[in-house]
T-cell receptor, first 113, second 113 residues
Framework: AQSVTQLGSHVSVSEGALVLLRCNYSSSVPPYLFWYVQYPNQGLQLLLKYTTGATLVKGINGFEAEFKKSETSFHLTKPSAHMSDAAEYFCAADGGATNKLIFGTGTLLAVQP | DTAVSQTPKYLVTQMGNDKSIKCEQNLGHDTMYWYKQDSKKFLKIMFSYNNKELIINETVPNRFSPKSPDKAHLNLHINSLELGDSAVYFC????????????FGPGTRLTVT
């Protein structure tokens, strides 16, 4: 069964620094992959998604992610962190034969001034 | 014009009570979901309906009963509430049951005392 692993439950960066949030999936067949962001006391908002085609995917708010089949990874990056990026980030993958989304355990991003 | 809305946003109740959470989407999507997010932010799917038909029913106590009067609405009724039911419950929708891109509501924070 598909599983999604997010390394680092808490990541802290300085404003203006590179943001790197890690995500790995388990299936041998490349799944559809998603990053969602959850701001405090809000629902999840889709940041970006990978289905097929170009492996570098650009999303909202300056985020991008690269699908690397050889590493079964879909890490999220942003060149320069902003205070408003502080939130919980969830990586998700499709569940294969099921129509479920499988979520990672989330990474809380803190941005220091 | 909120895409996925939930009511109420907060729900505080005592053990043993019965309560309902309502969800509506105005995106014209066929598929709707209920998720539970625990205190550690872990997101787990509970149910999914496609065109008013139940298609995902995870291992959830039968005190939880979803109802979909039409494809734009998915309600969650919980009987005999327990302390462990305290969580944030999210409703979501997707275009079809084969679409993994899901749109989330703002969540309902349920506190059982």
């Amino acid at each position: 069964a598909q599983s999604v692993t997010q390394l680092g439950s808490h990541v802290s960066v300085s404003e203006g620094a590179l943001v790197l949030l890690r995500c790995n999936y388990s299936s041998s067949v490349p799944p559809y992959l998603f990053w969602y962001v959850q701001y405090p006391n809000q629902g999840l908002q889709l940041l970006l998604k990978y289905t097929t085609g170009a492996t570098l995917v650009k999303g909202i708010n300056g985020f991008e992610a690269e699908f690397k089949k050889s590493e079964t990874s879909f890490h999220l990056t942003k060149p320069s962190a902003h205070m408003s990026d502080a939130a919980e980030y969830f990586c998700a993958a499709d569940g294969g034969a099921t129509n479920k989304l499988i979520f990672g355990t989330g990474t809380l991003l803190a941005v220091q001034p | 014009d909120t895409a996925v809305s939930q009511t109420p946003k907060y729900l505080v109740t005592q053990m043993g009570n019965d309560k309902s959470i309502k969800c509506e989407q105005n995106l014209g999507h066929d598929t709707m979901y209920w998720y539970k997010q625990d205190s550690k932010k872990f997101l787990k799917i509970m149910f999914s309906y496609n065109n008013k038909e139940l298609i995902i029913n995870e291992t959830v106590p039968n005190r939880f009963s979803p109802k979909s009067p039409d494809k734009a609405h998915l309600n969650l009724h919980i009987n005999s509430l327990e302390l462990g039911d305290s969580a944030v419950y999210f409703c979501a929708s997707s275009l079809t049951d084969l679409s993994y891109e899901q749109y989330f509501g703002p969540g309902t924070r349920l506190t059982v005392t």
